[in-house]
């Protein structure tokens, strides 16, 4: 249509009042709307809004692509619930400045669902791919009365949040399709978990599927991979006024988006591979069979690489008679005595225990804190609540300690209770002031060694 409006130019006013001819847009204002026949597309051509049909599927569904992409990849769907099943859907804002989807047959589809009334809404794909719906006479284009990226569908793209904002209680979480044809949220969903040590965990239904771990300053102490990696950089932030997990990407040319798939009961990583016109599957989770949730019980530690790879912890022994079971966990070898009596093994290169029952504090040493959790009788374990500049703050858990697993390399160190008579519990910080004494010992047998040889050599020199 672009090109017949070029070659019969003087045409082109005509053409467009008669709706057969339409230059590109990212914007529709009050009078305008967008039906079947055309798209937005946002001012750098990165995406496009319209109406699609997924898979197999003869429903549409009005939704958001790469434009440049030739694979259509939907990244954001409007009405999953409700697809329109004729090609008359109509998107618009009416005239009380709500953005609505309409169709012949059930006439609203669905709708941005707005409290606040506005006559001069405009709605906007900018070039991140975030739908916007904001008054025109507000000069501020950062206020948005509505905005997609607070909907998401199943995708997580850069600049997302992922989280929550506490002064509303409004949560984003991403869910899964339901199956490639059908676009409604399916029961695999990803996000995160309010507690005192937030999480962001996967969900199958109501149960626990895949967790982080909680962040540790550097990642998730579940990802230690991912920490640097050249292709976007990633935060979580844990405020008073929010909670969530955002990337973005280092250069703006690498694409790449996090999908959840309710096929592959996977959580994954795409990046766009220009040279070969394919999305490469940069990271998916779960890993191996030691990220599925808690696998090997309370007290078990997973290995993925040992044969079985359910171990119990040092000090601990299987709980079932039948040592092929390791799947209900472990009980300890010897009790503990619940005072300031136990002591603490330190076990390193782990991914920290489910986090729900733990508590942080930023501004405490690790000394204060074993002692803090000593104190408590449901303690049972603490380490540095951050892991950068060589640690800070602690966390400490209660209750029996759930899905851990041991990691090649980078993972944390945790310091798990232990009764006093099991051997090594009586940490480091007990051995700290042996390890002095014996390096001042050390120091001073040396100084005493050398004025005795000079001593000696002085000696043999003054008889000479
Ligand atoms: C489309 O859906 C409407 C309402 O659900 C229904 O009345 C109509 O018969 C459907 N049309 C077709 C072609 O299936
Ligand atoms: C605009 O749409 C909203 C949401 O569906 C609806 O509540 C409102 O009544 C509509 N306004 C008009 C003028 O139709
Ligand atoms: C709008 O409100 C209706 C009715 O409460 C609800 O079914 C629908 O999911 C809402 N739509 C959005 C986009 O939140
Ligand atoms: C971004 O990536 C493109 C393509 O890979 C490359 O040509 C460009 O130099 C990169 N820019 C930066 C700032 O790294
Ligand atoms: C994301 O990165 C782009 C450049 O690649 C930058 O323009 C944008 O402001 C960044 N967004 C956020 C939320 O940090
Ligand atoms: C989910 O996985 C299936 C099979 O592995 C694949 O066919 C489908 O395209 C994937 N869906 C998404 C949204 O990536
Ligand atoms: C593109 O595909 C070819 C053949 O499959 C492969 O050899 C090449 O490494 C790929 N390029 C990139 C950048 O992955
Ligand atoms: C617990 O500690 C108390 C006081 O130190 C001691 O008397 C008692 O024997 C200990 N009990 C166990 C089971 O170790
Ligand atoms: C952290 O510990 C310090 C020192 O004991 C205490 O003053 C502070 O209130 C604690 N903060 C929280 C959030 O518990
Ligand atoms: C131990 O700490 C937990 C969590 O902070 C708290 O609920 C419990 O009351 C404490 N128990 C004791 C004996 O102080």
């Not at 990271?283 to 949730?293: E, G, H, Q």
């Not at 290169?349 to 508590?359: I, Q």
């Not at 959790?373 to 609540?385: P, Q, R």
Request: charged share 20%; hydrophobic share 35%; aromatic share 12%.
């Amino acid at each position: 249509m672009d090109v017949l409006c070029l070659s019969f130019i003087s045409f082109k006013l005509l053409l467009f009042f008669s709706g057969l001819c339409y230059a590109t847009t990212d914007t529709i204002r009050s009078s305008q709307s967008l039906s079947e026949r055309r798209t937005l597309v946002s001012k750098d051509q990165t995406f496009e809004l319209g109406f699609f049909s997924p898979g197999s599927s003869k429903n549409r569904y009005l939704g958001i692509w790469y434009k440049k992409i030739p694979v259509q990849t939907v990244v954001w769907v409007a009405n999953r619930l409700n697809p329109i099943n004729d090609s008359s859907g109509m998107l618009m804002i009416n005239r009380t400045g709500n953005l609505v989807l309409m169709s012949q047959s059930t006439s609203i589809v669905w709708s941005a669902n707005l409290t606040k009334v506005s006559s001069s809404a405009v709605v906007q794909l900018l070039d991140s791919g975030n739908l916007v719906l904001r008054d025109e006479q507000d000069g501020n284009l950062g206020t948005y009365l509505w905005q997609s990226f607070d909907y998401p569908s199943d995708t997580l793209i850069a600049e997302m949040k992922l989280g929550w904002d506490l002064k509303t209680g409004f949560e984003r979480r991403i869910s899964a399709w339901r199956s490639p044809d059908n676009p409604s949220p399916g029961d695999f969903t990803w996000g995160i978990e309010l507690q005192e040590n937030p999480e962001i965990i996967m969900r199958k239904g109501s149960t626990k599927f895949y967790r982080s771990g909680p962040w540790n300053g550097l990642g998730f102490s579940g990802s230690p991979e991912l920490r640097l990696n050249p292709i976007f950089k990633y935060k979580f932030v844990s405020n008073e006024e929010e909670v969530y997990y955002m990337f973005n990407a280092t250069n703006k040319s690498a694409i790449s988006r996090i999908v959840m798939n309710e096929t592959s009961n996977a959580l994954e990583r795409f990046v766009w591979n220009e040279e070969n016109q394919s999305w490469k599957l940069y990271a998916s989770v779960p890993r191996d069979r030691c990220d599925n949730y808690n696998l090997c019980g309370s007290y078990g530690i997973c290995i993925p690489s040992a044969l079985p790879i359910c171990q119990c912890l040092e000090g601990f022994k299987s709980k079932s008679l039948e040592s092929m079971d390791w799947y209900q966990g472990c009980i300890r070898n010897k009790p503990l005595n619940y005072s300031k009596a136990d002591g603490f093994i330190k076990f390193d290169g782990l991914k920290v225990p489910d986090a729900t029952h733990s508590s942080v504090n930023r501004s405490m040493n690790l000394k204060e804190c074993r002692e803090k959790c000593l104190e408590n009788s449901s303690c049972m374990a603490y380490t540095n609540s951050d892991i950068s500049g060589g640690g800070s703050g602690w966390t400490m858990w209660f209750g029996d300690l759930m899905d851990m697993k041991q990691f090649p390399a980078g993972g944390q160190d945790l310091y798990i209770r232990m009764s006093a008579s099991e051997k090594g519990a009586n940490d480091e910080h007990k051995n700290i002031p042996i390890i002095v004494f014996t390096t001042i010992a050390a120091v001073a047998a040396v100084a005493v060694l050398l004025l005795i040889v000079g001593f000696i050599l002085s000696m043999l020199l003054l008889n000479n």
